[in-house]
């Protein structure tokens, strides 16, 4: 089975930093990778994704990810981080079956 | 309105009842999910479905009975609920094709098992 890695359960940060949350996954074949946001007592709602092409693909929010295949990895990234980003960030992988698989999560906190 | 809805949003029930968590959606995907969140362990897959009448286990798919007779409906069911069962489920669909599509999710359900 597959299985998705955040190594950071819990970030925090002051407003105006740079943010990299990490992401790594086990799977040797095609996969779809995700970065998806919670919200405080929201649902999950998609952030970014990516299928092939350009490695490093741009989101909504100023969030961008690089795919880096030969790591494995999906990290996400925003240069300068708001207040309003304070949320949980999941990152999450499917492959042929269409099954998602996804991390146990990241909080961040922005501190204002 | 289009989308996905979960029902009901809040749940409190005793431990041994069996309890019916329903999710509707209104895009025709083909696929449907049911994941639990717990603090620390994400979300974790409970079934999947990629149509009506085929289903599969995920990774954590005991004490939890799932049917799909259409494809806009994808009840989960705790046979006789646990204490450990205490969770948020959150329903998801997606359509599976070239590219590939990212999975919706409900507002999800706050389940509470006493």
């Known amino acids: 089975a597959q299985s998705v890695s955040q190594h950071n359960h819990h970030v925090i940060l002051s407003e105006a930093a740079s943010l990299e949350l990490g992401c790594n996954y086990s799977y040797g074949g095609t996969v779809n990778l995700f970065w998806y946001v919670q919200y405080p007592g929201q649902h999950l709602q998609l952030l970014l994704k990516y299928f092939s092409g350009d490695p490093l693909v741009k989101g909504i929010k100023g969030f961008e990810a690089e795919f880096i295949k030969s790591k494995f990895s999906f990290n996400l990234r925003k240069p300068s981080v708001q207040w309003s980003d304070t949320a949980e960030y999941f990152c999450?992988?499917?492959?042929?079956?269409?099954?998602?698989?996804f991390g146990s999560g990241t909080k961040l906190n922005v501190k204002p | 309105d289009a989308g996905i809805t979960q029902s009901p949003r809040y749940k409190i029930t005793e431990t041994g009842r069996q309890v019916t968590l329903m999710c509707h959606q209104t895009w025709s995907h083909s696929y449907m999910f049911w994941y639990r969140q717990d603090l620390g362990h994400g979300l974790r897959l409970i079934y999947y479905s990629a149509a009506a009448d085929i289903t599969d286990k995920g990774e954590v798919p005991d004490g939890y009975v799932v049917s799909r007779s259409k494809t806009e409906n994808f009840p989960l069911t705790l046979e006789s609920a646990t204490r450990s069962q205490t969770s948020v489920y959150f329903c998801?669909?997606?359509?599976f094709g070239q590219g590939g599509t990212e999975a919706f999710f409900g507002q999800g359900t706050r389940l509470t098992v006493v």
């Open positions: 998801a669909s997606s359509e």
């Open positions: 999450a992988v499917n492959s042929n079956f269409n099954k998602f698989y």
